[in-house]
């Protein structure tokens, strides 16, 4: 599907703020001048600008000017994911990236193990069962998504559910990129499976176990991944 005006000017400043052709503090080209750069008109450039401030990319001075925000420290997870959607991250943005996820699930797969019913276990086994028989990798890449969330959600606490949520986007590229490598397949479902079994048992210490094995398989393969689509290891 072809991007609307709107979405290429966003994009195109996107890309050259993450990767610091505008460093934070550098002042973007005034309203007018970004009108004739991009040949846009006034009502495209001001959505624009409405759209990067509000994701944290830049600061408006009333009356004065716009200048480029320090998007590491008051960016939103949407920075997440244009930072694995257009290849801009480092090693160590990826490396808080995964770091984050797996404290976050660890936490929520051991209050799964307490707080989850019957039912939640039984709505987790089926969609595990629809995740092992899918053979499209951008729809397992889906069915994955729902069962981390699905564990965020049984630990009964819904900020670790909505910050989960919000790792979505940033999160599928990567997960999508992950599921084309058939090998890793089988030892996903394995995973998958040991974690229900262990929380319809209340057993914390195996689901924990079980899902740092899952989330630390996942880094691994992803990184060598990665390292193929970035033969010159600039990126990660």
């Not at 404290?103 to 995740?131: M, Q, W």
């Not at 979505?168 to 990129?177: G, R």
């Not at 229900?196 to 195996?206: D, K, M, V």
Request: glycine share 4%.
């Amino acid at each position: 599907m072809k991007q609307s005006l709107t979405a290429q000017v966003i994009e195109k400043l996107k890309v050259a703020i993450l990767s610091g052709e505008y460093a934070p503090g550098d002042r973007l080209p005034t309203l007018r001048e970004m009108t004739e750069l991009y040949d846009v008109s006034r009502s495209v450039v001001n959505a624009v600008v409405v759209d990067l401030e509000s994701n944290g990319y830049i600061k408006i001075v009333p009356t004065k000017w716009i200048e480029v925000a320090d998007w590491k420290t008051e960016g939103n997870l949407s920075i997440l994911s244009d930072l694995v959607a257009y290849g801009l991250y480092d090693e160590k943005q990826l490396n808080d990236l995964l770091e984050s996820r797996k404290f976050l699930e660890l936490e929520c797969v051991k209050k799964a193990c307490i707080n989850a019913t019957r039912e939640d276990v039984g709505r987790l086994r089926a969609l595990i069962a629809l995740e092992a028989a899918e053979d499209d990798p951008k729809k397992r890449s889906r069915c994955d998504l729902r069962f981390h969330y699905a564990i965020c959600r049984m630990s009964g606490n819904m900020v670790y559910s909505i910050i989960m949520k919000a790792f979505e986007d940033s999160s599928y590229p990567l997960i999508k990129l992950f599921y084309n490598d058939p090998e890793v397949y089988g030892f996903v479902i394995e995973k998958h499976q040991r974690i229900a079994r262990a929380i319809e048992t209340h057993n914390a210490t195996e689901a924990e176990a079980q899902m740092r094995l899952l989330l630390e398989h996942g880094e691994t393969i992803t990184r060598k991944l990665l390292q193929r689509r970035s033969p010159n290891g600039s990126k990660v």
